[in-house]
């Protein structure tokens, strides 16, 4: 490929006629000019789709910076899509509603909020500990739940129904904390039960769709389906497909499975995204956070699994430094609810933000610890404890 093909965009490669998002908001504003509504709105970034062949530009209220609906434009002939474009009646019906007086006072109070939780370590259940933490304290959460009798140290729950109950809980009460428009990233799979003898079938349970499920009725949208796969060979351990593999029989087939989902969940919230970043009260950590090169440009990430002799199932430290940057800004706080051995603290500390990690198990609580003490050394002194002791740095055991 040529340097010079690397450096064309998209409407340039299609010898589009609006090559570039200045020229989609021109013409935008030429028709707001014609609708007599220019003094009263504005726009929002406009987003080329080359699948259908046309701009989109989104119409905003000047007053609060609501959408209140968008221009849609032919890329090839730069000619406006009447059918697909907000009509003028629906938009002065939308901005009469926005410009109220009540409608002004709060626009006027909706301010940026940062969280100002430091970072804490709590040992305990995960929704009792999420009911004292404070509303809104979280900017990012980040988790792995435990899986469903998939092995004996997940064995605690009576049934399927009462381990999806306790999870609706849990991201119940993590809808709570998590600040207005941000994100909820879950890494879940299937999970295969085993047959109990030889005469039963073993069974594979659709654990993401029913946690999709849960999320959707606990109040969050749906944003991504990623899917992390891993090398060819990794899902063997499981022996699903080696009886196939065998015999070769029709409807014995069992592909082996070599991926897992990261569900990408937003708390719901009229604020788009641009909202967040352009009312960030620390801009320099907005530029900090800018992704390099190199980024995932699709929804198939690549990479290989994790292993510990401390804990069953843990996903690797790059799945989580690339949830971490892909939707948080630094100095943001990431909570993992299922902390096991802390892996999304250490990735936040690395990314320089800062983490809440919940645990039920003591032991792991206590690798946790261990682990922040060596990557903090005498800062790991400030890490907030719950039901649990202290961490004292090496300096101050010394003296």
């Known amino acids: 490929m040529k340097n010079n093909d690397v450096?064309?965009?998209v409407a340039e490669k299609r010898h589009y006629l609006i090559k570039n998002t200045a020229s989609a908001k021109n013409i935008a504003e030429d028709l707001m000019k014609e609708y007599e509504l220019n003094k009263a709105v504005t726009f929002g970034l406009p987003e080329i789709d080359d699948r259908s062949h046309i701009w989109r530009i989104p119409i905003m209220s000047k007053s609060d910076k609501t959408r209140i609906g968008e221009v849609v434009l032919s890329a090839k002939t730069s000619l406006i899509d009447e059918k697909r474009s907000t009509k003028?009646?629906?938009l002065e019906k939308r901005l009469l509603k926005r410009d109220s007086p009540a409608q002004k006072r709060t626009a006027d109070k909706d301010m940026y909020m940062q969280s100002q939780m430091r970072n804490t370590i709590a040992h305990g259940d995960s929704e009792k500990i999420l009911s004292d933490l404070p509303k809104n304290s979280v900017e990012l959460i980040f988790t792995s739940p435990p899986y469903y009798n998939a092995k004996p140290e997940y064995s605690e729950y009576v049934d399927y129904?009462?381990?999806?109950?306790?999870?609706?809980k849990i991201i119940r009460a993590c809808e709570r904390v998590?600040?207005?428009?941000?994100f909820f990233v879950l890494n879940i799979s299937p999970v295969l039960i085993r047959r109990e003898n030889r005469s039963k079938a073993s069974k594979r349970?659709?654990?993401p769709f029913d946690f999709h499920r849960l999320f959707i009725e606990e109040g969050f949208e749906f944003v991504?389906?990623?899917?992390?796969?891993?090398?060819?060979?990794?899902?063997?351990?499981t022996s699903r497909g080696r009886r196939f593999a065998a015999d070769r029989n029709p409807l014995q087939y069992k592909p082996v499975p070599v991926t897992e989902y990261v569900l990408v969940y937003r708390k719901k919230s009229e604020k788009l995204i641009d909202w967040f970043i352009r009312k960030h009260p620390d801009q320099k950590l907005v530029k900090q956070s800018k992704i390099s090169d190199g980024y995932d440009a699709t929804n198939v990430w690549k990479l290989s699994p994790a292993h510990s002799k401390d804990h069953p199932a843990i996903f690797p430290i790059k799945l989580a430094e690339k949830v971490i940057t892909y939707y948080s800004f630094k100095g943001d706080v990431v909570?993992?609810?299922f902390a096991g051995l802390g892996t999304v603290g250490e990735a936040a500390i690395k990314l320089d933000r800062r983490f809440v990690l919940l645990d039920n198990d003591k032991g792991y609580i206590n690798i946790i610890k261990q682990k922040m003490e060596r990557l903090l050394a005498d800062k790991a002194d400030s890490i907030v404890c719950i039901n649990t002791s202290p961490i004292k740095?090496?300096?101050?055991?010394?003296?």
């Open 205 to 207: 349970l659709a654990v």
């Open 178 to 182: 998590l600040t207005e428009g941000r």
């Open 393 to 399: 740095s090496i300096l101050k055991k010394l003296l």
């Open 335 to 337: 909570m993992d609810p």
């Open 88 to 90: 003028k009646e629906f």
């Open 161 to 168: 129904d009462d381990y999806l109950n306790k999870m609706r």
């Open 224 to 237: 991504d389906d990623i899917i992390w796969q891993k090398p060819d060979g990794a899902g063997w351990a």
């Open 7 to 9: 450096k064309k965009t």
